[in-house]
Nanobody, 125 residues
Framework: QVQLVESGGGLVQAGGSLRLSCAASGRTFSSYAMGWFRQAPGKEREFVAAITWSGHVTYYADSVKGRFTISRDNAKNTVYLQMNSLKPEDTAVYYC??????????????????WGQGTQVTVSS
């Protein structure tokens, strides 16, 4: 069992930055691929970024490529999402996810093994 707790969300002006963190419980964190998804009001949840267990390979949605960076620290059981040049359309609840197979995080159909509760990110224009 893996429990995921996100933090770092908040209100920021367009063009600003935020860093989300996702702290994971359990001794097997380093064996899981990790990802971030988001859900805006009235829209379906969508893929944002994913990272392999080693941290050597990353995946991004086209809408965030070049602006967001996913990283992980296996010693701290934490995955991060650095978000720069934020836009109002980035406003959403951001969810952390874990999966034993990177493919279930990085491409459709997305099917993580575990989800966090989410953290709100609001970008004002």
């Amino acid at each position: 069992q893996v429990q995921l707790v996100e933090s770092g969300g908040g209100l920021v002006q367009a063009g600003g930055s935020l860093r989300l963190s996702c702290a994971a419980s359990g001794r097997t964190f380093s064996s899981y691929a990790m990802g971030w998804f988001r859900q805006a009001p009235g829209k379906e949840r969508e893929f944002v970024a994913a990272i392999t267990w080693s941290g050597h390979v990353t995946y991004y949605a086209d809408s965030v490529k070049g602006r967001f960076t996913i990283s992980r620290d296996n010693a701290k059981n934490t995955v991060y999402l650095q978000m720069n040049s934020l836009k109002p359309e980035d406003t959403a609840v951001y969810y952390c996810a874990a999966a034993q197979k990177i493919a279930t995080l990085s491409r459709d159909p997305y099917n993580p093994d575990y989800w966090g509760q989410g953290t709100q990110v609001t970008v004002s224009s």
